[in-house]
């Protein structure tokens, strides 16, 4: 019953701005330009030390993500899908659209456009660092191990089959899915789309990273560790 229900809302998707979806292959949504009828590949970052940022950000909740930050790439915003919109991915130049379909594998998913937030996405690369904000202000590591990159074959449709780029290996939507979400062990992925100049939704790409535990002194003191630690790792 979860699969044909998880299918069903398929045919929904097709005409969702953003196409994400409350289905395994619905997952594997477009965030090209094309949605918007945007042209431009350049996206607004926001760099600050992990401190302010978390300062800003903080609304007193301890289990709401509300901030995702990389020492020199991003510190972005992070909002929730509304519990009736799936598909809804944040149009703001500067924000994160936690995916809740995710939670769900044991998964978190962070979601972006690629001419917006997400192009910070490519420029992540196995052992850098992600630090999750939340509510009241505490901080949970990811360091990425993988990136991994896929051709559509049919950049539009929630039903299209995907090429890995790195082995040309073919997967349908829902073997994507598994592979990226359906890992569990509470991996982050942030997925966001490839362009091209012809085909906005030509491809799709997904940063893996897996929670770290780092020993660290008193708590007070943890921003400024953390900055310090994560200084070492800056991605130029």
Known sequence: MKFWRLLGVLIILVFAIGLAAQTASANILRTGPSELGINSNKAVSSFTGLSAFARSVQNGLPNQIRGIYVQGVMAFPVVKQPISDAGYVSTASDTITEFQLAAQYNSIGMLAHDYLAGASFSKLQPGTDVVLVYGDGSLKVFRVYEVQQYQALSPTSPYSKFVDLSDRENFTSDQLFYRTYGLGNSILVLQTC??????????????????V????????????????ALAATTVH
């Not at 007070?220 to 900055?227: G, N, Q, R, T, V």
Request: charged share 25%; no cysteine.
């Open 194 to 211: 490839i362009s091209t100049p012809n085909v906005p939704s030509w491809g799709r790409m997904f940063v893996l990273a897996r929670p």
């Open 213 to 228: 535990e780092p020993a660290r002194p008193d708590l007070k003191d943890a921003f400024s560790w953390l900055e310090q």
